[in-house]
């Protein structure tokens, strides 16, 4: 294992999650050069396991992401540490700039560095994210089943969030805080499943040496729970993308803001692709694994298309040659 930089790469893969990891596997193995540069922050680093990934069902998310890298590096792929701060268009492709200092220049660029979560200002709140502070009832909810759960209303999703947890457990709170105004047809619905609404801002995560003990109202109210699930603002991880003319736009449910790309990982910008939660706001961790399988081969094809019509060029470059040496003088 080498933390070392060639000069050149056919595809530099900006991320080591599982997006990324799968997409360098596919590459690998197509005989590609490749780097996978990694900043070493996860989103999921606070979970205790990865869950509804077929095969690997509570595995911690170090120790599959620890086997992700030697499967690329298997097959000659590199992952190296490093913090991705600029990427700017050369003749050929990119030139990639890290943190520290170091460049290196690709053919091709996989963004795949994710988002960061931007949790509502309640105090405790951020301290206990990833483990009685959730968000999604599929990464999280048969851990948290039939427990106290309480759910913020923070946005547009959080309607959609509560009747999801309130399939998990029978004692679900929905408290106001500062999401949008319930309608009568909202409410209606939230009590038709027993859920009880809560008014009011939530202050505080309150907290003793077991967990969670209750959320506390701007009133002073304390309402006892034991879970806490919460919509968050996702924010695409790429401001290096800046400079290429594809910065992060507000994403069109007004869940937060991603790197645009189609069904294969392509963006707007020639040569460069996304996969995963950087352009997938809300895809799992066997979501982004695919995306990131689907954009590594679109991206050999890609090449392989640029070869071809190399070849093409040089052959008929060679064929004009040898006419023009052997015309009669």
Not at 7 to 20: I, L
């Amino acid at each position: 294992m080498t933390e070392q930089l060639e000069n050149d790469y056919d595809v530099v893969v900006a991320g080591g999650g599982a997006a990324g990891l799968n997409g360098a596997l596919m590459l690998a193995r197509s005989r590609r050069t490749v780097v996978v540069i990694d900043a070493g922050a996860p989103r999921n680093a606070p979970a205790d396991g990865v869950h509804g990934l077929l095969g690997h069902d509570g595995r911690p998310p170090a120790e599959l992401l620890a086997l992700g890298r030697e499967e690329v590096r298997r097959y000659g792929g590199q992952v190296v540490s490093g913090e991705i701060t600029t990427a700017t268009r050369t003749e050929d492709g990119f030139t990639i700039g890290l943190a520290d200092g170091r460049t290196v220049r690709a053919r091709r660029l996989l963004v795949t560095t994710g988002l960061t979560d931007e949790l509502p200002d309640i105090a405790g709140l951020r301290e206990r994210w990833g483990r009685d502070v959730v968000h999604c009832p599929y990464c999280h909810g048969w851990e948290v089943r039939d427990r106290a759960i309480g759910v913020l209303n923070t946005g547009p999703m959080s309607m959609h969030q509560v009747q999801l947890f309130r399939q998990l457990s029978d004692d679900v709170v929905f408290f106001t805080h500062t999401g949008p105004e319930l309608g009568p047809d909202e409410l209606e619905r939230l009590a038709a499943r027993g859920i009880r609404v809560v008014t009011g801002k939530v202050t505080t995560v309150e907290a003793g040496g077991a967990g969670i003990t209750g959320l506390r109202l701007a009133d002073g109210t304390v309402v006892p729970r034991e879970i806490v699930a919460t919509g968050t603002r996702m924010v695409a991880r790429a401001g290096f993308l800046d400079d290429l003319g594809l910065p992060a736009v507000d994403h069109p449910a007004g869940v937060g803001r991603y790197i645009p790309a189609d069904a294969t990982g392509r963006t707007e910008v020639p040569g460069v692709w996304a996969a995963g939660n950087v352009t997938e706001l809300t895809a799992q961790v066997g979501a982004s694994a695919a995306a990131g399988a689907m954009a590594g081969a679109q991206i050999n094809a890609d090449l392989v298309d640029e070869e071809v019509q190399k070849a093409v060029a040089d052959r008929a470059s060679r064929s004009a040659n040898v006419e023009q040496v052997t015309l009669p003088g």
